[in-house]
């Protein structure tokens, strides 16, 4: 059962072009969506992160939009450049206390043409 | 800062032998995560460790197992290896409780 349903598979973006990735979940004990990404023989780097008190987090290129009521969250990459070029992942995290997990989707593969 | 790290890099085993992977976390985080990831997927969470305690378990056989050290140091422990094994596994580290570090992983390949 994929409870974290990630779309597109691949993205083919141009330069300075804006790249969009959607999220989808289920399980609402979901707490905490954090994004990865991903380069070729390298582990995960944490990029951003939101809660779903929250609507929308901005940290400099990168912006996660929260619905809720939908149960759905977006990655937003501005002004993408070739450097951003990697698999991004988003997550959500299940648990309580010190006990946590995070529940991957299947990735997004980015490509930023220039 | 030094990140996570794992040992080895790479390991190349044979169908029924057994495997230890090892993590250290970043330095003052005491809890640890194991995560499977296959070729073409996301991480898969297999195991979570706080204070040396498990606290979680993911859906994984009974041959795997792991075990986090006083010093917060972990491993992560395979038996009876199959071929569906092969993966690269993630070690990450966390302090607060939201927050997951990966290190770079050890990719392992079954034969």
């Known amino acids: 059962q994929q409870q974290v349903k990630q779309s597109p598979q691949s993205l083919i973006v141009q330069k300075g072009g804006i790249s969009i990735i959607n999220c989808a979940y289920e399980?609402?004990?979901?707490?905490?969506f954090p994004w990865y990404q991903q380069f070729p023989g390298k582990g995960p780097a944490l990029l951003i992160a939101?809660?779903?008190?929250?609507s929308e987090k901005k940290e400099g290129r990168f912006t996660i939009s929260f619905n809720k009521s939908a149960k759905q969250f977006s990655l937003h990459i501005m002004d993408s450049q070739p450097g951003d070029s990697a698999t991004y992942f988003c997550?959500?995290?299940?648990?309580?206390?010190?006990?946590?997990?995070?529940?991957f989707g299947k990735g997004t593969l980015l490509t930023v043409n220039p | 800062d030094a990140g996570v790290t794992q040992s080895p890099t790479h390991l190349i085993k044979t169908r029924g032998q057994h495997v230890t992977l090892r993590c250290s976390p970043i330095?003052?985080?005491?809890?640890v995560s194991w995560y499977q990831q296959v070729l073409g997927q996301g991480p898969q969470f297999i195991f979570q460790?706080?204070?040396?305690?498990?606290?979680g378990r993911g859906n994984f056989p009974d041959r795997f197992s792991a075990r986090q050290f006083p010093n917060y140091s972990s491993e992560l422990n395979v038996n009876a290896l199959l071929l569906g094994d092969s993966a690269l596994y993630l070690c990450?580290?966390?302090?607060?409780?939201?927050?997951?570090?990966f290190g770079p992983g050890t990719r392992l390949t079954v034969t």
């Open positions: 990450a580290s966390s302090f607060v409780v939201y927050e997951q570090y």
């Open positions: 399980n609402t004990a979901f707490d905490y």
């Open positions: 939101i809660r779903p008190d929250v």
């Open positions: 997550a959500a995290r299940s648990g309580g206390g010190s006990n946590y997990k995070l529940t």
């Open positions: 330095s003052g985080h005491k809890s």
């Open positions: 460790y706080y204070e040396k305690e498990e606290r």
